[in-house]
T-cell receptor, first 111, second 112 residues
Framework: EDQVTQSPEALRLQEGESSSLNCSYTVSGLRGLFWYRQDPGKGPEFLFT???AGEEKEKERLKATLTKKESFLHITAPKPEDSATYLCAVASMDSSYKLIFGSGTRLLVRP | DVKVTQSSRYLVKRTGEKVFLECVQDMDHENMFWYRQDPGLGLRLIYF???????EKGDIPEGYSVSREKKERFSLILESASTNQTSMYLC???????????FGEGSRLTVL
């Protein structure tokens, strides 16, 4: 069964304290892995797509990496405005329409 | 930029009422989706549509129906709202080439 697990569930950081969020997945052939940011009361906002192991994408203080079993979202020198829930989702070769979402990591960055 | 617009941000309805949630996208995407999001349960797929007048059940279709008469518009219908349908409802459209989903702002429905 296709599955996505995110850890930790919640993460508190001081401003400037770098860290990483993990997304482990089990799928029957990965079509793509997606990272989203979600602010309270709003819809998820697309961040990155990764397609193959070894691929990396960057945007400002965020960097996403991908291996055959997991993805990391690295946050370098975070700021309070980076506080949000970060969602990971995968699309499998068997079901290209449907994304399987993880339960998310709630990130709080304190000034 | 892709824009997905949901008609209502907040709704309060009574048990048994019929509820329409509408979603419009402006990027000519073929695929559109309705999810609900609940604390501790994450995002769950209700229905999706891969083309006009085409629809498929997602993981939790019971109590819901959908309509896709035009490519840009995808509606979610609760024929008779119940309290367990109180939730955040998210519409999304999918970029054909890359597979990315683009979400609307969400519609928070409360059923009393």
């Amino acid at each position: 069964e296709d599955q996505v697990t995110q850890s930790p569930e919640a993460l508190r950081l001081q401003e400037g304290e770098s860290s990483s969020l993990n997304c482990s997945y089990t799928v029957s052939g990965l079509r793509g892995l997606f990272w989203y940011r979600q602010d309270p009361g709003k819809g998820p906002e697309f961040l990155f797509t990764l397609y193959s192991a070894g691929e990396e994408k960057e945007k400002e203080r965020l960097k996403a990496t991908l291996t055959k079993k997991e993805s990391f979202l690295h946050i370098t020198a975070p700021k309070p405005e980076d506080s949000a829930t970060y969602l990971c989702a995968v699309a499998s070769m068997d079901s290209s329409y449907k994304l399987i979402f993880g339960s998310g990591t709630r990130l709080l960055v304190r000034p | 930029d892709v824009k997905v617009t949901q008609s209502s941000r907040y709704l309060v309805k009574r048990t048994g009422e019929k509820v329409f949630l509408e979603c419009v996208q402006d990027m000519d995407h073929e695929n559109m989706f309705w999810y609900r999001q609940d604390p501790g349960l994450g995002l769950r797929l209700i229905y999706f549509s891969y083309d006009v007048k085409m629809k498929e059940k997602g993981d939790i279709p019971e109590g819901y129906s959908v309509s896709r008469e035009k490519k840009e518009r995808f509606s979610l219908i609760l024929e008779s709202a119940s309290t367990n349908q109180t939730s955040m409802y998210l519409c999304a459209s999918r970029a054909t080439n890359t597979g990315e989903l683009f979400f609307g702002e969400g519609s928070r429905l409360t059923v009393l």
